[in-house]
């Protein structure tokens, strides 16, 4: 069965700063692997997706993710952290389950911004 | 505009009370979800659909109940069984098919507190 781990549960930066969210799987064959965002009591919406076509996933907002297989681990950067940026950060890794798919979610990181 | 609704946004249920929650979309997908989030976890799976009449129970189904008698409908009912129904509930659909990287999206979600 596959698992995901975010290492950090809360990470604070300035705004401006570079933004670095930890997140590591365990798989028994290539993953497919997802970062989802989730601002303040609202649903969540898909970052990026890594589906074996590259090992360095763009995103939306300014936001990337490399799939680093020897290091089992797919972690969320981007260059300059903004206001907006305060949210929940969600990895998700796709596990088979009979004939579909489900996914496994990460615990979570909050993301916080100094001003 | 295509997407998926929840109702309502908050609810209130006292206990021992059966309670209701909405999930429609639009987006003419197939596949059905049904998530619980609590605070400092990642989202939990209570049930699924891929097709119409048809649903299988997910990681923490019980205490809950579902119907799929419409594509576009996939309501979730917590009954008085489930012990700490107190949560986010939200709602996700997506395309069925051999992708393992389907895209889920997701409703703005339901707050359920138990009085």
């Known amino acids: 069965a596959q698992s995901v781990t975010q290492l950090d549960s809360h990470v604070s930066v300035s705004e401006g700063t570079p933004v670095l969210l930890r997140c590591n799987y365990s798989s028994s064959y290539s993953p497919s692997l997802f970062w989802y965002v989730q601002h303040p009591n609202k649903g969540l919406q898909l970052l990026l997706k890594?589906?074996?076509?590259a090992t360095l996933v763009k995103g939306i907002n300014g936001f990337e993710a490399e799939f680093k297989k020897s290091e089992t681990s797919f972690h969320l950067t981007k260059p300059s952290a903004h206001m907006s940026d305060a949210a929940e950060y969600f990895c998700v890794v796709s596990d088979q389950v009979d004939s579909n798919y489900q996914l496994i979610w990460g615990a979570g990181t909050k993301l916080i911004i100094k001003p | 505009d295509g997407g998926i609704t929840q109702s309502p946004k908050y609810l209130f249920r006292k206990e021992g009370q059966n309670v209701t929650l909405s999930c429609e979309q639009n987006l003419n997908h197939d596949a059905m979800y049904w998530y619980r989030q609590d605070p400092g976890q990642g989202l939990r799976l209570i049930y699924y659909?891929?097709?119409?009449?048809?649903?299988q129970k997910g990681d923490i189904a019980e205490g809950y109940s579902v119907s799929r008698e419409k594509k576009e409908s996939f309501p979730l009912t917590v009954t008085s069984a489930q012990k700490n129904p107190t949560a986010f509930y939200l709602c996700?659909?997506?395309?069925?098919?051999?992708?393992?990287?389907?895209?889920?999206?997701f409703g703005p979600g339901t707050r359920l507190t138990v009085l």
């Open positions: 996700a659909s997506s395309i069925v098919g051999g992708s393992s990287y389907n895209e889920q999206f």
């Open positions: 659909s891929q097709i119409v009449n048809d649903f």
């Open positions: 890594y589906t074996s076509a």
